[in-house]
């Protein structure tokens, strides 16, 4: 005797994809979610072995860290190309166009920029600007003079009043505009550089990455003591000058505090 198969009418069917569909919708959210907080978690990573980095080195050179940078000419520049400040405490310390960005950059910002290919490599994060040995607090000039300057300088970990409070990197905005420049992250700033200060388009400068920070709408930050956490990053709303406007409530200047 032949047994015939039983086929699934169009109402299976369309239950079948209908339950997919349901599945898919509860699952996406959970799955980009888990993602961003292992990136989350790699960046935090990177900072931390950062931190450890810096006070390598402070050890090392009486307390002090190295400058934020400024001009090409600052061979004293926590991030400078012939390797000669932070890059020996790091064990993949030189970054180089085309490969692994290692603990330079983000995966949250890699998955933005895909990395610069052209006349930079992938770097996604800033120095507080603030933190000089002499210029210490002040803004920044327009253009830093070329070395030897006093901008140049690093700053003593002494001078910083209150460590476990003051900034140290965080990660920056990047450059837009399409060319060689695509994905640049300056290597020193202040608050108008990081990712999330400008919220629309309206408020950023052209050619400037605008919107939340990279982590759920937060972002990784280095502290001057080598701690990391994560927090949302301050707006233009917040300051509309451009930097802190009273001393009392501010994560950027070093000796500016209560």
């Known amino acids: 005797m032949t047994v015939k198969s039983k086929a699934f009418t169009l109402i299976e069917l369309l239950v079948v994809i209908a339950i997919i569909a349901i599945l898919a919708a509860i699952l996406f959210p959970v799955f980009a979610k888990a993602r961003q907080n292992a990136q989350k978690t790699t960046c935090s990573s990177n900072l931390k072995q950062f931190g450890n980095a810096f006070l390598m080195y402070a050890d090392d050179y009486e307390g002090r860290f190295p400058s934020p940078g ?20 790091i064990a993949r ?10 603990i330079w950059a983000c995966p949250a910002y890699m ?29 920044y000039p327009g253009s830093y003079p070329p070395a030897p300057s006093d901008w140049e300088m690093g700053i003593s970990m002494s001078q910083i ?3 476990a409070k003051t900034v140290l990197l965080y990660e920056g905005s990047y450059k837009t505009t399409a060319g060689d420049t695509f994905g640049y992250v300056g290597r020193t700033g202040t608050i108008t550089m990081v990712q999330g200060y400008y919220r629309t388009a309206a408020e950023a400068p052209s050619g400037t990455s605008f919107g939340p920070g990279y982590h759920n709408g937060m972002n990784c930050y280095l502290w001057c003591d080598g701690h990391v956490t994560s927090m949302k990053p301050e707006t ?7 930097y802190p ?11 500016k505090r209560r």
């Open 236 to 242: 233009r709303g917040e300051f509309p000058d451009g």
């Open 161 to 163: 009043r209150n460590v």
């Open 70 to 89: 400024g001009a090409a000419t600052y061979v004293s520049a926590w991030d400078h190309d012939n390797g000669r400040t932070l890059n020996s405490y």
């Open 93 to 102: 310390g030189e970054r180089k166009k085309g490969a692994d960005p290692a």
């Open 245 to 255: 406007t009273t001393v009392d409530n501010n994560n950027w200047y070093a000796m």
């Open 111 to 139: 998955g933005k920029t895909g990395g610069r290919s052209g006349q930079y490599a992938p770097r996604g994060y800033g120095m507080n600007s603030y933190l000089r040995g002499i210029m210490i607090d002040r803004e």
